[in-house]
């Protein structure tokens, strides 16, 4: 299994209309291979937004960034955002709300 965790900064007042893209654009990631995706902002700054997912595979990460609602959606936030961006993977080991791995 995949795992991403993303940090994006909003320009000033369009954090929360960020957010809301980025959950409106989810419906169709589980049949793209997505397990968990959470959508988080930071407490101490009202620009940062946070994003962890997990995915089936690496591949399955990169295909869904050419599903047409994850590319609406990127059009759609990426004038609000200051392209300020962090990215990391890492192979996930398990934890609540994943998968089990298998043996």
């Known amino acids: 299994m995949y795992g991403y965790l993303g940090s994006m ?8 209309e960020v957010v809301s893209i980025l959950l409106s654009a989810s419906d169709g990631l589980p049949s793209a291979g997505c397990s968990l995706y959470v959508v988080g902002v930071s407490e101490t700054d009202d620009q940062t937004i946070w994003v962890s997912e997990v995915w089936d595979s690496k591949e399955h990460h990169d295909a869904s960034l050419q599903l047409p609602e994850t590319r609406a959606a990127i059009s759609k936030a990426m004038p609000m955002l200051t392209g300020e961006f962090e990215s990391h993977e890492y192979a996930v ?6 998968p089990p791995m298998p043996a």
Do not use: P, S, T
Not at 93 to 98: D, T
């Open 9 to 16: 900064k909003a320009k000033a007042g369009h954090r929360d």
């Open 93 to 98: 080991a398990g934890g609540l709300g994943v």
